[in-house]
C-alpha cells in the first residue's frame, strides 16, 4: 500500500453556520488516512490524505454529507479577463431571493399590524404575497434544516424553517378550515389565547412568515458578501504580475503573454514597466523599485549578474533579464500560496447565536411539542393547543437573533465607512476585543512611504544653489531619489547640458556651463574632487540615522550634501501612543534596513524593532509572536505585508497602499492615517459590545415569553408582536452606533 501522502484543497458550497464546518470535517476524517480542516470563513477544506483516497472520493464524501464540493483553483490560476472577480452563482440567487422577498413581506407586514390597512379579504391578499416568500424565499433554510434532520442535528436554520412553516401552515388552516378566511374579518389582538373551541382558527400569522424570512435572508446575504471577499486578495496578486512580456527571439523583440515564458528565456523591460518573471539581468543598468514586494523604499540598483523580481517596476533604463523561474516557481506565486495558506490557517469565529442554537433549538422544538401534547392531554381541545404550540415557536423564531448581529454591523461599519474605517466582518470585531500587540510596517504605514528632501547641509550663501544645480540635473532622471531632490527645489530650474547618468553613481552634466556632478559620494571620489571634512561628517550622520546623502559638486570641488528620506507622518507617533492606551503593545517590523528601522521606532516611540525581514520572514514573526501567546494585530500597506495581514488575528491595512494588502486585511483605514487604526480598534470593539448585548436582549425574551407561551398565556399575535418588538429593540440599539466619534 502506497504511504505517500497528498494535500488537496476543496472549495465547499452550502455551508450555512460553523456546525456545518465541523460535520464535513468529521466525514472527511472518517476516511482511513485522511485528515482535513474545514473553515468556515474562507468556505475551504484542506485535506492530507493517501494515495489510494482520491479527490473524486473526498468529493463525494462531503456530497454525501450534504454540501457541494470541488478541487480549490488557486487565484493566481484562475485569472479573469477583465480583471474582476468571478461570478459567484450562490451569492446571485441569494441576492435575487432577498429583494424579491422583501419587496413581498412589507405590504404583508403593514397590512397585519395597523388594522385600519385591513380591507374586505385581505387575508387572501396576505395570502398570495406570502406564499412565495415563506416556500422560495425561505428554500435556503427549509434545505439546511432538512439536510440537518437527515443527519440527526439542528441547528438555526433548523428553527427558522419550523417557525416559517408552523406560522404558514397554521394560517392556511385557519383560512380554509378556520374563520380567519371570511370576508370582513380584521386581526383581534388578545393578551391570551381564547379557549372558546374553535376560536385559535380565526388567526394567521403570515405576517410572521414573510417578515422573519425577508430578515435572515438580508443577514445570511450580507455574510456571504462578506465571506466571498477573502479571495479578493488572491487575485489582486494575480493582477501585479505583467500580461505579456518582450521576448527575445533571433535578435527580434517578440509580444507573448507571460504564461509562454520559459526558463532560460530573455526579455526585455523598458523604464516604466514591470519585470515579467524572476530572472538574471545579463544587459543594462537601472534602478528597479521593489517597494510592493520588498517594503524597502530605496530603488535597488542593478546591472549584469544581479537577480530581479517578477512584478517589481523598472524605475531607470532599459534592461534584457534572462528568466530564472517561471509560474508557480516564482516569487509572486510563492506571496499568493503565503497569503492563501494564512487565510485557510485562520480559524473561524464562532457566532455566539450559533453555539447557543446547539442546545437551545432542539430545546424549543421540543417544548412546542411538549405543549401540544400537554393541552390535548388536557381535554382543551386541538385549536387551544395548536395555538399555544404555534406561540411557542413565534415567539422562539430567531428574528431579533438575525438582525442582531447585521444590524449592528450595518450601522458599524456604516459609521466607520464615514470615517473612512472599512470593517470586513463579525469575526474582525471579535479579533479586535482579544488583540495585545500590534505590528507596524514602516514605509506607507509609520512613514509617507515617499523619498523626500528632509536636509541641506552647505555654506548658508550656496543652500539655494546647491539645490538648483541638484535639481537642473536630476530633472531629467526617473529615479525617485532624483524626484525628490526636484521636488525639493521651488525655483526656476536651469536647463542642463551634456547630461550623462553613472549607473548606480549618480548623474553629470554642464548647469550654466559649469561642470556639476550629482550623486554618491563616491561619485566625488571617482572625480577626484575633494570632499570637505564638514561635508564627510554629514555624509556619515545621515547613513547612520539610515537617511540617503546625496553630494553636489561644481568647479572640482564638493559643495554641498541634500539629505533625502522616507518621512514619518505628522500623526504617526500621537497614533502610537493611542495604541499603547488601548493596552496595545506596539511593535515596529519592516524590510528597510536596521538603521532607518531603529531612527524611525525612536521618533514615533516604538521600543520593538524587527527590521530587514522578508514577507516569508514577516509572516514566521507574526506566527513567532502568536505562538508566544500574544493575539497580534498586524498594520500594512504593501503586498510585502499581505501575508502577514491574512495571518494575523487582526489585519489593518493602510488605504493608500496596494489592493493586495487592502484585500488581505480585515479593517483599512482609507485615509492612511495612522491614528485611524486605534480608532479602528475602538469603533470595532464598540460594535462588537452593541452585538452582545443585542444578543444577550434576543436570548433574554425568548427565556422569559416561553412560559408565558406554553402556558396558553400568550397568543401568537401576541408572540408575533413581541418579536416584532424585539427586533425594533435591536434596530434601536444598533442605532447608538450612529455616535460614535474619534478622538482628536
Known amino acids: 500500500m502506497s504511504t505517500d501522502t497528498s494535500s488537496t484543497d476543496l472549495a465547499i458550497t452550502g455551508m450555512t453556520c460553523a456546525s456545518c464546518a465541523n460535520r464535513i470535517e468529521r466525514k472527511l476524517n472518517k476516511l482511513e488516512g485522511v485528515t482535513a480542516t474545514v473553515n468556515y470563513a474562507t468556505e475551504r477544506a484542506t485535506v492530507a490524505h493517501p494515495g489510494t483516497v482520491d479527490t473524486t472520493t473526498l468529493v463525494a464524501t462531503v456530497e454525501a454529507a450534504g454540501y457541494g464540493a470541488r478541487v480549490h483553483q488557486p487565484a493566481a490560476a484562475v485569472p479573469e479577463d477583465d480583471g474582476s472577480a468571478p461570478a459567484d452563482p450562490e451569492l446571485t440567487a441569494l441576492r435575487q431571493r432577498l429583494i424579491g422577498s422583501t419587496l413581498l413581506a412589507i405590504p404583508v407586514v403593514l397590512v397585519a399590524m395597523v388594522p385600519a390597512l385591513q380591507f374586505d379579504n385581505w387575508q387572501w391578499a396576505s395570502l398570495t404575497l406570502a406564499a412565495p416568500v415563506a416556500t422560495w424565499g425561505a428554500w435556503p433554510f427549509h434545505r439546511a434544516a432538512w439536510t440537518n434532520l437527515r443527519h440527526g442535528t439542528t441547528t438555526m436554520d433548523t428553527l427558522v424553517s419550523v417557525g416559517v412553516l408552523a406560522a404558514f401552515g397554521w394560517s392556511l388552516v385557519a383560512l380554509f378550515w378556520g374563520t380567519a378566511g371570511e370576508p370582513g374579518m380584521t386581526h383581534p389582538f388578545d393578551l391570551v389565547p381564547d379557549r372558546t373551541p374553535g376560536s385559535g382558527l380565526g388567526n394567521i400569522y403570515l405576517e410572521t412568515a414573510a417578515g422573519v424570512t425577508a430578515f435572515l435572508l438580508a443577514g445570511r446575504y450580507f455574510e456571504k458578501r462578506s465571506k466571498r471577499r477573502a479571495g479578493d486578495a488572491l487575485r489582486a496578486l494575480a493582477d501585479l504580475g505583467a500580461s505579456q512580456v518582450a521576448v527575445l527571439r533571433d535578435g527580434a523583440e517578440v509580444l507573448v503573454p507571460v504564461a509562454q515564458l520559459a526558463v532560460g528565456d ?77 487565510q485557510a490557517g485562520k480559524a473561524a469565529a464562532q457566532r455566539l447565536a450559533d453555539r ?95 523619498m523626500t528632501l528632509v536636509a541641506t547641509v ?58 556639476t556632478v550629482v550623486g554618491r559620494p563616491a561619485l566625488i571620489e571617482e572625480a577626484g574632487w575633494p570632499l570637505p571634512a564638514s561635508l564627510g561628517t554629514a555624509v556619515d550622520e545621515a547613513q ?63 521600543a520593538e524593532v524587527e527590521a530587514e525581514v522578508l514577507p516569508a520572514d514577516k509572516v514566521a514573526y507574526v506566527r513567532r509572536l502568536q505562538d508566544e501567546g500574544r493575539v497580534v494585530a498586524m498594520v500594512g500597506d504593501g503586498v510585502n505585508d499581505a501575508a502577514a495581514l491574512a495571518q494575523a488575528d487582526l489585519g489593518i491595512a493602510m488605504g493608500a497602499g496596494t489592493d493586495v494588502a487592502r484585500e488581505a486585511s480585515d479593517l483599512t483605514i482609507v485615509s492612511g492615517d495612522l491614528r485611524g487604526a486605534a480608532d479602528a480598534v475602538r469603533l470595532s470593539r464598540r460594535t462588537l459590545g452593541i452585538i452582545k448585548g443585542n444578543l444577550f436582549w434576543a436570548f433574554a425574551y425568548n427565556v422569559a415569553a416561553i412560559p408565558l407561551a406554553a402556558a396558553a398565556l400568550l397568543s401568537p399575535m401576541l408572540a408575533g408582536a413581541a418579536m416584532a418588538l424585539s427586533s425594533v429593540f435591536v434596530v434601536t440599539n444598533s442605532l447608538r452606533l450612529r455616535g460614535f466619534r474619534p478622538e482628536r
Open 544 to 606: 547612520e540615522a539610515g537617511r540617503t546623502p546625496v553630494v553636489v559638486g561644481w568647479d572640482g570641488a564638493a559643495r554641498g550634501v541634500l539629505v533625502v528620506s522616507d518621512t514619518v507622518k505628522p500623526t504617526s507617533a500621537e497614533a502610537v501612543e493611542r495604541l499603547r492606551g488601548l493596552g496595545l503593545t506596539p511593535v515596529l517590523l519592516t524590510g528597510d534596513n536596521e538603521r532607518a528601522a531603529r531612527a524611525v521606532a525612536a521618533q514615533v516611540g516604538i
Open 266 to 342: 530573455s526579455f526585455v523591460v523598458r523604464p516604466g514597466e514591470k519585470v515579467a518573471t524572476d530572472g538574471e539581468v545579463v544587459e543594462g543598468r537601472s534602478a528597479v523599485d521593489q517597494s510592493l514586494l520588498t517594503g524597502e523604499s530605496v530603488p535597488v540598483e542593478v546591472g549584469p549578474g544581479d537577480a530581479v523580481v517578477g512584478a517589481t517596476l523598472n524605475s531607470g533604463g532599459r534592461l534584457v533579464v534572462r528568466a530564472t523561474r517561471v509560474g508557480a516557481d516564482t516569487h509572486l506565486a510563492q506571496l499568493t500560496r503565503l497569503v492563501e495558506d494564512a
Open 356 to 450: 447557543i442554537s446547539g442546545f437551545f433549538v432542539p430545546v424549543v422544538i421540543a417544548l412546542a411539542v411538549g405543549t401540544l401534547g400537554f393541552w390535548v392531554g388536557a381535554d382543551a381541545g386541538w385549536a387551544v393547543a395548536l395555538t399555544a404550540a404555534v406561540a411557542v415557536l413565534i415567539i422562539a423564531c430567531p428574528c431579533a437573533l438575525g438582525l442582531a448581529t447585521p444590524t449592528a454591523l450595518m450601522v458599524g461599519t456604516g459609521r466607520g465607512a464615514q470615517l473612512g474605517i472599512l470593517i470586513r466582518g463579525p469575526e474582525v470585531l471579535e479579533s479586535t476585543r482579544v488583540v495585545d500587540t500590534v505590528v507596524l510596517d514602516k514605509t506607507g504605514t509609520v512613514t509617507t512611504g515617499e
Open 458 to 515: 552647505a555654506d548658508g550663501t550656496i543652500e539655494e544653489e546647491v539645490r538648483r544645480r541638484a535639481a537642473a540635473l536630476e530633472g531629467a532622471s526617473a529615479h525617485p531619489i532624483a524626484r525628490a531632490v526636484v521636488a525639493g527645489f521651488d525655483g526656476d530650474v536651469p536647463a542642463a547640458d551634456d547630461f550623462r547618468s553613472i549607473d548606480g553613481l549618480g548623474v553629470r552634466g554642464l548647469v550654466d556651463g559649469v561642470e
